[in-house]
């Protein structure tokens, strides 16, 4: 046999399975049959008829099970990206026609979709506020909510109870966005009484924990509702990288320690910048003063949260003066997403985010940080030291 051939048709003789302690990595597009008869006995819908790479890997069903036992579901899907989830879940619930639930401090980008479903199929986009249960009103034609908890960049905890209680008796489907509460801070199926049909989590976010890998899961109790994501999933040709699961698998073990890290260092920051006559309000539902915090108390038991901390300034100063307090930290990177170990900024103005008005906000400049394992008193110090290069003490004479 040609050397050529010889290195592309290896006998793979050397053992191929070892007790390590990280499962071997599956690469596959191809996945080869051994006869014609296999080839038509195996359907891709079967998890264990490994038939092609989109379809799923041993290395993507590990990391989709474990995602599945942290959510509290029966299934989980992966798909390229959090906000990819996102659009699986629209996609496969929404047709022409149909109405459909959110929130003004959703995850924007999901809004941004469902605009685009609007504008090719008619589908209705509704607006209710998430502490307020009774402003959900679904018609017949309604097909889903969209539940977030807590809210990002404002973080308002939703009235959970309320909110599914009313979708249950409609029967429209539930999807709650859990990527806040990374599995932990709160159980989606099992949230004190009440139950969502469908947890979407940015794996990118905590499950990753390093800021180089962009994921997300759609976990399921209902084999019907599995399936008919299971379907779309297909047809939009998702398929995710063995080596991506076995970067968030690898540090799945970590998890619960890294979150619970960041939870502690957010509660001590935000006991902190309550102190700091800069800002108006600080946004943290551990913060009685933060809209739903009763809700965040009631779904959250064990008193865990992200380690997301926002902070309202005062309206003496200018968007000028909030793009210089960020430019002017150090250990705080400019950059979106959080997760990893290293702690970020991002700075919002709500009047280009909100329509309605957001009347417990005493603002529009918004500064969210995202506490990474840095320890707390340098990140403390970092946000006075930039807060010292706005002279606020001159500004509130
Ligand atoms: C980051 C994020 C997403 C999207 O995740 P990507 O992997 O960045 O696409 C969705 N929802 C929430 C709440 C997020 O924070």
Not at 199 to 223: F, N, R
Not at 320 to 335: E, N
Request: net charge negative.
């Amino acid at each position: 046999m040609d050397k050529h051939t010889q290195l592309i048709h290896d006998p793979r003789l050397a053992p191929i399975q070892i007790n390590s302690l990280q499962p071997p990595v599956y690469r596959a597009s191809t996945i080869i049959f051994d006869n014609t008869q296999a080839l038509f006995q195996r359907h891709w819908s079967d998890r264990y008829d490994y038939s092609y790479g989109t379809h799923g890997t041993p290395t993507t069903y590990l990391l989709a099970d474990q995602m599945a036992r942290l959510e509290g579901g029966n299934h989980a899907l992966l798909a390229p990206s959090g906000l990819a989830a996102i659009v699986l879940v629209n996609t496969a619930l929404l047709g022409q026609g149909d109405e459909v639930w959110v929130t003004e401090n959703m995850y924007s980008p999901n809004l941004e979709h469902l605009r685009e479903l609007q504008k090719r199929y008619g589908v209705v986009i509704k607006i209710y506020d998430p502490l307020d249960a009774k402003s959900f009103q679904p018609t017949p034609a309604c097909k889903l909510i969209w539940l977030e908890a807590a809210g990002s960049v404002t973080l308002e905890f939703p009235d959970l109870q309320g909110l599914i209680k009313i979708a249950k008796e409609h029967h429209v489907c539930i999807a709650l966005d859990s990527t806040w509460g990374a599995g932990l801070a709160y159980s989606p199926f099992d949230l004190d009484g009440a139950s969502v049909d469908i947890c979407v989590h940015a794996l990118t976010k905590y499950p990753s924990g390093g800021g180089d890998v962009l994921m997300g899961s759609i976990v399921t109790q209902d084999e019907a509702l599995h399936k008919q994501l299971l379907r779309m999933h297909a047809l939009l040709g998702f398929s995710i990288s063995g080596d991506d699961c076995a970067r968030v698998y690898r540090s799945l073990p970590t998890l619960a320690l890294r979150y619970a890290t960041q939870s502690k260092s957010a509660i001590e920051l935000l006991a902190h910048l309550k102190h700091e006559p800069a800002f108006a309000q600080v946004l943290h539902p551990a913060n009685p003063d933060t809209l739903g915090h009763h809700f965040w108390q009631q779904n959250c038991p064990t008193g865990l949260s992200a380690g997301l901390v926002s902070v309202v300034f005062d309206e003496r100063y200018a968007w000028a003066d909030v793009c210089r307090f960020c430019d002017a930290l150090k250990i705080f990177k400019l950059g979106f997403s959080w997760g990893s170990a290293t702690s970020l900024v991002m700075l919002y103005d709500l009047t280009k985010m909100r329509t309605l008005p957001s009347l417990h906000l005493q603002g529009r400049y918004v500064v969210r940080f995202c506490v990474g394992l840095e320890a707390p008193k340098d990140l403390i110090d970092d946000i006075k030291t930039a807060l010292g290069s706005l002279n606020y003490d001159e500004k509130s004479k």
